[in-house]
């Protein structure tokens, strides 16, 4: 069952009040600070990055990704010698790996994936990325160069993955002249470092455009130990570092519709941080419906929580695709 068919009726009453609070113009609160999912997508989703190089993960072509990925992420575009511009093109070495695959097949897969209900977007920065948007000019520069990659090849949106800071005005500004230009759907995927507090820039960025944003995927892995919203101090690799660390996002400001788990899809994928795929399922479980929970259970609920992330795609296929087979199956039961 996908996760959009899984959704359970309201009761009446709750009803009633939404139908009296549109004819108000007001919001009625549940619980959390649910808004209807944006961007056409499932209440519930996962998110896969899709390597553009060649490491030891195993090559696909765009269209060989399972439709279990809500929002596919195209990693990545690179930086230029302009300050803030980026460029994408498909990397040589893929490419070859792939028996000679073309941008023009790319750009045909990426209406594949569309026509599958899916969405794809372009991902930039990642460990090594040096993308810098500080000023006006490279903002422009930033939102212009994306904008004519979303036309060239037909991207729903893009990814912030940039782990080297972020200047939480400038960029918001470049994510808003890209929304206003067709960009619909917009990621980010911060360390855990940087989602530590409200005042932090990234999660200060995350909130500048909480009104176009569609997901926050924060990395719950290459971390080490971390606050939780309770003031204690979590290890990664646990369902408690997942669930006390998310419940900062979603008590700093962001919507549980707007907050994502993101996990390695196994191992060899990163440095550090990689649990089990049922940790993730009861994460999510826990957050959503208060349940399958370890020692640190959220005082409150968070029936929207958005859904999940994986670096990447690619691994999680070397690994028989373990990771989205079961968060997939996961999310599907969430409320």
């Known amino acids: 069952m996908s996760p959009e068919r899984s959704r359970r009726r309201k009761p009446v009453l709750l009803s009633l009040l939404a139908v009296m609070a549109a004819f108000l ?11 209807a999912p944006a961007a056409d997508l499932p209440k519930h989703v996962l998110t896969g990055y899709w390597q553009n190089f060649v490491n030891d993960a195993k090559p696909l072509k765009l269209a060989d990704v399972p439709d279990k990925y809500n929002i596919v992420a195209v990693s990545f575009a690179d930086a230029t010698d302009k300050p803030g ?3 994408f093109s498909l990397d040589p070495d893929l490419s070859s790996a792939l028996g000679g695959y073309t941008d023009d097949q790319f750009r045909a897969d990426v209406k594949t994936l569309q026509s ?4 794809v977007v372009l991902s930039v920065g990642g460990e090594k990325g040096t993308i810098s948007v500080t000023d006006d000019a490279s903002a422009t520069s930033f939102a212009d160069s994306i904008k004519a990659a979303i036309s060239d090849y037909g991207f729903d949106g893009v990814d912030i993955d940039l782990e080297n800071g972020v200047d939480a005005t400038y960029m918001a ?13 917009i990621t980010m995927a911060p360390q855990t470092i ?3 507090s409200p005042d932090a820039g990234y999660f200060k960025l995350a909130l500048n455009v909480k009104d176009i944003l569609t997901i926050v995927n924060m990395q719950y892995y290459n971390s080490g130990t ?9 290890s990664q690799g646990s369902v408690d570092f997942l669930t006390g660390l998310a419940c900062i996002q979603l008590k700093g400001g962001l919507r549980d519709d707007q907050v994502g788990l993101g996990l390695p899809a196994s191992a060899s994928a990163a440095g550090g941080g990689y649990q089990d795929p049922a940790n993730t399922v009861s994460a999510l479980n826990c957050l959503a419906k208060g349940s399958d929970c370890g020692s640190y ?3 409150a609920t968070y029936p929207g929580i958005r859904g999940a992330m ?4 690619n691994w999680d296929a070397s690994a028989d695709y373990a990771f989205s087979n079961a968060v997939s199956s996961g999310l599907a039961g969430l409320p």
């Open 310 to 313: 994986t670096w990447s795609i």
């Open 116 to 119: 599958h209900g899916q969405k």
């Open 85 to 87: 511009e980026v460029k």
């Open 194 to 196: 940087d989602m530590q």
């Open 226 to 234: 971390m606050n939780g919203c309770d003031g204690k101090t979590y």
């Open 173 to 185: 500004q470049a994510l808003k002249s890209i929304h206003d230009g067709g960009g619909s759907v």
């Open 297 to 299: 259970k959220p005082d």
């Open 25 to 35: 113009g007001v919001t009625v609160a549940t619980g959390s600070a649910t808004a």
